[in-house]
């Protein structure tokens, strides 16, 4: 994997810097839900303050919107990053996506961005996976460098790609099925264990594409119909009842993954093992990120939901690397270069 030249090898002092960090945090009620990914921009700012910078200006986009959208705004994002990080010499510009150039990676866009500016930082591994003006257009105005949090993302997912301690188990589950068979192909090979779960063993139910032998679930958490509470019981894998749904692997599944999971000395997890939004489908994927947090492995975890259910078991201290990247962490593992990493020029 190639590796984009880091910010510290950059001279700060006295720059105007422009910082594309991933702000795009879950918003409640119009305050910010889960302040994790503002977190893990800091140290990229700090390092730029304490290195003398001018001023930072900090973009990123926030949610989907397709132009100016006052549910979208950054105001709440800006405010929770000024309680965390006080310095008059950092401001967060509006939402990237309120320019409706920002997705086609115009270059007008990108322009209106580096004006003023003396170097770029990308800092936003969540979206380095998308080629967009504050992600790739802005990287070719200014002198660009990787910040400290995407040079770890790429370090520590990386580490998957190379030579990894065996047995090397992949644990795969979730809704996405399509985004994620690449995943499986690519590591799946080199994997010891592959353990499917989630929507995604439904889907193989009818017989695995997978070019290898999965582990499917022996058992599942079956429902009569998609809700929090439908009828259940626990059915086999390969007994489902005519238009019943599973929605969790079940005790037995659960057992075997967790003794394959705790045998490894590598672990990549994507994916919950059911509908754990609903307490009564949530006992999979508990089972799994337990696993994965008592293995004595490099455990790496990514996946917006995955991390989710991490977080709230509080079990994110216990594993090597939780992802702040969902997509752009599955097309790295995939092998494809990111077009906001490839931006950058090499170390
Ligand atoms: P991640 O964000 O971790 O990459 P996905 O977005 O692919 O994961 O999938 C997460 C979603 O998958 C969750 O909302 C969960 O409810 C759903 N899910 C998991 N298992 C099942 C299942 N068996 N049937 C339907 N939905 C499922
Ligand atoms: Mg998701």
Request: proline share 5%; charged share 25%; aromatic share 6%.
């Amino acid at each position: 994997m190639r590796t984009p030249r880091s910010v510290r090898e950059a001279d700060v002092a006295g720059k105007r810097v422009l910082v594309r960090a991933d702000l795009n945090v879950p918003l409640e009620d119009g305050k910010v839900a889960d302040d994790t990914r503002i977190e893990a921009s800091l140290p990229t700012l700090r390092y730029l303050l304490d290195g003398g910078a001018a001023a930072i200006a900090v973009c990123s986009h926030l949610g989907r919107p397709n132009g100016p959208d006052p549910a979208f705004a950054m105001a709440p994002v800006a405010a929770r990053l000024r309680e965390l990080l006080s310095d008059g010499r950092v401001r967060v510009l509006e939402n990237t996506r309120f320019d409706p150039g920002e997705t086609k990676n115009d270059h007008e866009s990108a322009k209106r961005l580096a004006e003023g500016m003396d170097l770029y930082v990308n800092d936003a591994f969540g979206s380095a996976h998308r080629a967009h003006a504050s992600t790739v257009g802005v990287a070719e105005l200014l002198p660009a460098y990787a910040g400290l949090l995407l040079e770890r993302e790429l370090e520590m997912l990386g580490r998957l790609l190379g030579e990894v301690e065996r047995p090397f188990v992949l644990v795969a589950g979730g809704a996405k099925v399509e985004d994620k068979l690449g995943v499986l192909e690519h590591l799946g090979g080199r994997a010891d264990a592959v353990l499917v779960g989630g929507k995604m063993a439904e889907e193989l139910r009818g017989g695995s594409q997978l070019p290898y032998d999965a582990e499917l679930p022996s058992d599942v958490v079956a429902a009569a119909a998609f809700g929090a509470e439908a009828e259940s019981r626990v059915t086999p894998y390969d007994a489902l009842p005519e238009g019943w749904l599973g929605l969790d692997i079940g005790p037995e599944t659960r057992e075997r993954f967790g003794e394959v999971i705790r045998g490894a000395r590598t672990v990549f997890w994507n994916g919950p093992m059911g509908v754990f939004e609903w307490p009564r489908f949530a006992e999979g994927t508990k089972a799994v990120a337990q696993a994965v947090a008592d293995a004595e492995a490099y455990s790496v975890a990514g996946g917006g939901d995955s991390v989710r259910a991490i977080q709230e078991l509080g079990l994110a201290d216990e594993i090597s690397w939780v992802s702040t990247g969902g997509g752009a962490s599955l097309e790295l593992l995939e092998g494809k270069e990111l077009p906001g990493v490839a931006a950058i020029p090499s170390a």
